[in-house]
């Protein structure tokens, strides 16, 4: 009879070294990813379909109206408050600050702002005039905060300006 010699069979030591060296420069650059992919969302209210009441008309509202060659700061009671011409071939937002925050000394307790862009208004400028609307920073106590102007923004169209509405109602039409 033969005798069957069995062979001690040992287990396989695992290497878990080349992937703890992996996981040690990847789990680094997926929390550096993590900052820089930081999004934010800007609350905005849009405009419902609701009749407005009496009420509501009797109160103050601010808008700002985006053109392609300027800004125009108004209100619904006394019209025009301030045209912002463009500056070297960008709006001046330094101005609209400093307008919005006369409007905020003017009225502390108002807090709704409405933007009408034009069709033509880039995304950036958009944003760029929504920032300046609704805060700036302001030094209190030897530190930087930032100190509310208008954060509550809804979004409407502008108006259709008067030298394209008068080309409009005199019947030529460019294609």
Do not use: C, W
Not at 32 to 43: D, P, Q, R
Not at 78 to 87: A, H, R, S
Not at 137 to 143: D, F, M
Request: net charge negative; proline share 5%; charged share 25%.
């Amino acid at each position: 009879m033969r005798r069957k010699h069995r062979r001690l069979q040992s287990e396989a030591d695992l290497d878990i070294t080349p992937f703890m060296n992996l996981m040690i420069v990847l789990v680094p650059v997926l929390l550096l990813n993590m900052v820089f992919a930081h999004t934010s969302v800007l609350e905005l209210n849009f405009p419902t379909g609701d009749s407005v009441s009496s009420e509501q008309k009797e109160n103050l509202q601010i808008q700002v109206v985006i053109y392609d060659d300027r800004l125009v700061v108004a209100d619904n009671q006394g019209g025009v408050i301030k045209n912002i011409p463009e500056q070297e071939g960008d709006y001046d937002f330094v101005l609209l600050k400093d307008v919005m925050k006369e409007l905020k000394s003017r009225v502390p307790d108002k807090k709704d702002v409405i933007i009408m862009p034009s069709r033509k208004t880039s995304y950036q400028t958009l944003v760029s005039v929504m920032d300046t609307v609704r805060s700036y920073e302001a030094v209190v106590a030897g530190s930087v905060v930032e100190a509310e102007l208008f954060p509550d923004i809804s979004l409407g169209d502008a108006p259709v300006q008067a030298e394209q509405a008068g080309t409009a109602k005199g019947g030529e039409v460019s294609s």
